[in-house]
């Protein structure tokens, strides 16, 4: 019985395992942020997903694209990352 549980235990956990290292290419799992504090806590956050998610970045417009390079290099190992070039609430007031 104690060599089941312990076979059980063992598929189960490699199965965790392998399951959170899956990319499922079909869709696109992810979240949007509209700021970069706090990155510590985003990137830990991205990495207890149970798949690799797409984050997408709302760049804030008069801000160079200089200030998001950190954040950027921090939340690729964990995160696919998509750029938005500006929030859709300004979109109205560019032509």
């Not at 290292?21 to 696109?28: A, E, G, L, P, S």
């Not at 797409?54 to 964990?78: C, M, S």
Request: with cysteine; charged share 15%.
């Amino acid at each position: 019985m104690q060599k089941a549980i312990s076979f059980l235990f063992i598929v189960l956990l490699s199965t965790q395992l392998s399951y959170s290292t899956t990319i499922d290419t079909n869709r696109v799992w992810g979240v949007t942020i509209d700021g970069v504090n706090n990155l510590s806590t985003i990137v830990i956050s991205l990495s207890n997903l149970c798949k690799k998610p797409t984050t997408r970045i709302v760049f804030d417009e008069n801000v160079p694209a200089t200030d998001y390079v950190t954040a950027i290099n921090q939340i690729h190992p964990v995160s696919f990352i998509m750029g938005e070039l500006l929030d859709s609430y300004y979109m109205n007031t560019y032509n």
